[in-house]
């Protein structure tokens, strides 16, 4: 492989902490359900490393990816970690089980979990902790508020949000900077595009979970796979070009548990769309 997640470009979190607009989503190196080890607990370490040796400085977890798991192989794979190197971490998600999922706020909790997520990541200070969701039953203040007062004590450097409107994110930034949002985005998925068009005027971080539709974009029976031969790329490569040129404050992070996956994801960063392309692409899906 020649393409390395430069060719995506550049993206200054925060407006101080630049990255490499491609990146990874960590969270598929644990196991079924995102719950518990990989079924290969190798081949996740090979695909950290692999990822920073193609360029990547941006890596998205959780603490409720495991729960922990992907925190913990991060830091056995690239600890002590490259200067350049971002991670950002969530909290306020619990687990239960294998795809279950349940929201707490709570500001002691949610202290709680950024602490162990230092301990995990083996770092002195996260430099982007975002809310995993909101919890509706505590108040938002109260949940920000949290987070700020960690960001005061030095433990955390910039404050995202996930899943969230327009409306949550200008509530926050009365409490606190809001740098970053992450919203379930992609080509066949558009429903986050007010956010996203708030996000670019702003300048603030769009991360696109779930970039690829859950692999349905990659696949040979992929709407995309027609224009593959053109422009020589994979269908995975052209929607990860195609999120790239819709705005230059998007930051996908496309996972996978394999090296050979994560080679072709990366080689999109080295597809350019003409605008034309790019319409085409956008009315194919």
């Avoid at 990547?56 to 925190?71: C, H, K, L, M, R």
């Avoid at 409490?175 to 986050?192: F, T």
């Avoid at 974009?217 to 053109?230: D, G």
């Amino acid at each position: 492989m020649t393409t390395t997640a430069q060719a995506s470009g550049t993206f200054a979190i925060g407006g101080d902490l630049p990255v490499n607009r491609l990146g990874f989503g960590a969270m598929r190196i644990t196991g079924p359900g995102i719950w518990g080890d990989p079924q290969d607990p190798d081949e996740a370490l090979r695909v950290l490393r692999r990822a920073i040796e193609l360029g990547v400085n941006f890596i998205d977890t959780a603490d409720a990816y495991g729960p922990f798991v992907s925190e913990l192989l991060i830091k056995k794979a690239l600890h002590p970690y490259p200067e350049d190197l971002v991670i950002a971490t969530k909290g306020g998600f619990t687990r239960q089980g294998p795809g279950k999922w349940i929201p707490v706020g709570r500001p002691e909790y949610l202290k709680q979990q950024a602490e162990l997520s230092l301990r995990h990541l083996g770092l002195e200070r996260i430099d982007l902790y975002q809310l995993h969701r909101i919890d509706p039953a505590v108040p938002l203040a109260d949940q920000i508020g949290a987070l700020k007062e960690l960001q005061a004590e030095g433990k955390i450097r910039h404050i995202g949000l996930s899943e969230v409107s327009v409306a949550d994110v200008e509530a926050a930034n009365k409490i606190a900077p809001i740098v970053s949002v992450q919203n379930l985005y992609n080509l066949s998925n558009r429903s986050a595009e007010e956010l996203l068009d708030y996000s670019t005027a702003h300048n603030i971080g769009f991360i696109p979970w779930n970039p690829l539709a859950v692999g349905k974009l990659s696949t040979e029976s992929s709407p995309l796979a027609k224009f593959t031969e053109q422009h020589k790329a994979t269908p995975s490569q052209l929607a990860l070009a195609w999120l790239l040129k819709r705005s230059p404050v998007m930051l996908p992070i496309p996972g996978t548990s394999t090296v050979a996956h994560l080679e072709d994801n990366m080689a999109g960063a080295g597809v350019e769309l003409t605008d034309d392309e790019f319409e085409t692409l956008a009315k194919a899906v």
